[in-house]
Each structure stands twice: as C-alpha cells, then as structure tokens.
C-alpha cells in the first residue's frame, strides 16, 4: 500500500471584504474591495503529521503599505494555495486598482494555474458556503455589508479574525473533498488534528475560533485519533495489510 503524501506546504486565504460605493452586486469581484486577508499555512512536519500558523494582514493604514503588497509578501512561492475563484478575482481587481507596487506571488496566485477551489470537484463544483453547512463547517455567514459596519482603520481585529475564520472553514472543506478524491484518510485527520492542536495551543484562538474548536468534523477526527495513528504506525512499518477502517469493522460512523 502506497503511503499518501501530504502537500509539504499548503496555503489558504481567507478575505473580509466590504461593499465598493455605485457598482453592481451582479460583478462580485468589483463590487468588493479586501480590507483584511488571513493566510493559513499547513506545514509537513515529518511523518505525515502536520502544523498550522497563520498570517493577518489588513488596510490599518490608508496612507501605508497597501493590502494587496502586505499579503503578496505572505505568499509562498511553488506551493499549493487554496481560495475561491471569486476571492481571486477581487485581490486581481483591488491590485489592479492601485498601481504603485510589483507583487508577483499575488499575480501568480490570481492568474496562474497552482490555486485550488475548495469547491470544485472535477467539472463539477457547489457552492462554498452551503457544502461548509452541509459539512458542519462553521464557515461565516455574514456578508460584506456587516463587515463594513465592523470595519475600522482604528481596530482592524473584528476584520482580520473574520478572515481568519473563512480561511480556517476552507481548509476545513478542502480536506473533506481531497479525502474523497484520494481515498485516503490521512487529508481529513492530519488536517482536523493539526487545527486542533492549533486552536487548543492558545487562548486567544480557543475563544475566536470557539465554535470550530467543537466542531463536527474535528471532533470526528478527534475521537478516531487512536484508530487512526495505529493504522499509520502499522503503515510506516511495512505493515502489508495495514488498511484504513471499513464500515464492516464495526464503528460509528453516522
């Protein structure tokens, strides 16, 4: 049995955005502008199992460094990142917008091949929001309108942590779907495991991100932990007839 190999890096974006002033809400990717970004980095760290950090950035300061180059500067080269096509369009728009700066990772992740949807599936793709739901993902749900109520140049941090929650509910999604392209289970559990640990390491995360912490799907991973690292200490020994549970081994799956 082949082993699975995680991305060694794997990136995700997550935008708050707010409403652009006499556009039309039929031309999303213009009709938003970012005022913060999070970038959720999952790093291999040996053996399959994996750590997570992440990044803030936001327009605090009007007269500074913009939004665009600060995330560019997040971004890294020759690795897998993951956003939607919409949010990428609106980082390609709002860049655009304010020509000063060169920033090639953000024009490479805006229009070059390497960025993952988290809601395509093949030809076939769904809806973030509703598949987040349908997992028991806790992805936000308020729009860019609540954000520019909450937004502030004085006190970016409601923004960012928005942000840094639509970043954590994509990784979330996309480990559901890499899971069952691959078969695999190491997609799911290395990436719900790493969030947890994560989450759990501090305080701050614990209470902005409580209802992810207790969420379905890591609480899942959480309460198979033990099955699972068996079954890849079995594997990492050259164990031939290591596999991964079955309906028919008699566990709780619903």
């Not at 997040?74 to 949010?87: H, K, M, Y």
């Not at 229009?111 to 739901?133: K, L, Q, S, V, Y």
């Not at 409580?210 to 609480?219: E, F, L, T």
Request: charged share 25%; net charge negative.
């Amino acid at each position: 049995m082949n082993e699975y190999q995680l991305p060694k890096y794997l990136q995700v974006i997550g935008l708050a955005c707010i409403p652009v002033n006499d556009m039309s809400d039929d031309q999303p990717a213009l009709a938003r502008r970012p005022v913060a970004a999070a970038v959720l980095t999952l790093v291999e760290q040996g053996g399959g199992q994996c750590g997570v950090s992440a990044i803030c950035v936001s327009d605090a300061r009007k007269s500074e460094i913009p939004l665009p180059h600060l995330l560019d500067k997040t971004l890294l080269p020759g690795v897998a990142q993951i956003a939607s096509a919409t949010d990428r369009a609106t980082l390609a728009m709002d860049a655009m917008s304010r020509r000063f700066f060169v920033e090639p990772a953000l024009a490479e992740f805006c229009f070059g091949e390497t960025a993952i949807d988290p809601a395509a599936m093949g030809n076939h793709g769904f809806d973030e929001r509703t598949a987040c739901r349908r997992f028991s993902i806790p992805m936000p749900e308020i729009g860019d309108a609540d954000i520019e109520l909450a937004w502030s140049r004085a006190a970016p941090a409601a923004a960012e942590d928005h942000a840094l929650r639509v970043a954590t509910a994509r990784l979330m999604l996309w480990a559901h779907v890499e899971a069952f392209w691959s078969a695999r289970p190491e997609p799911f559990f290395e990436t719900m495991l790493a969030l947890r640990d994560w989450i759990d390491g501090s305080e701050y995360l614990k209470a902005a991100l409580a209802d992810i912490g207790n969420s379905r799907p890591i609480r899942r991973a959480d309460s198979f932990a033990h099955h699972y690292r068996d079954y890849r200490q079995r594997l990492a020994a050259g164990d031939e007839t290591a596999r991964w549970v079955s309906f028919e081994d008699g566990l709780f799956h619903a």
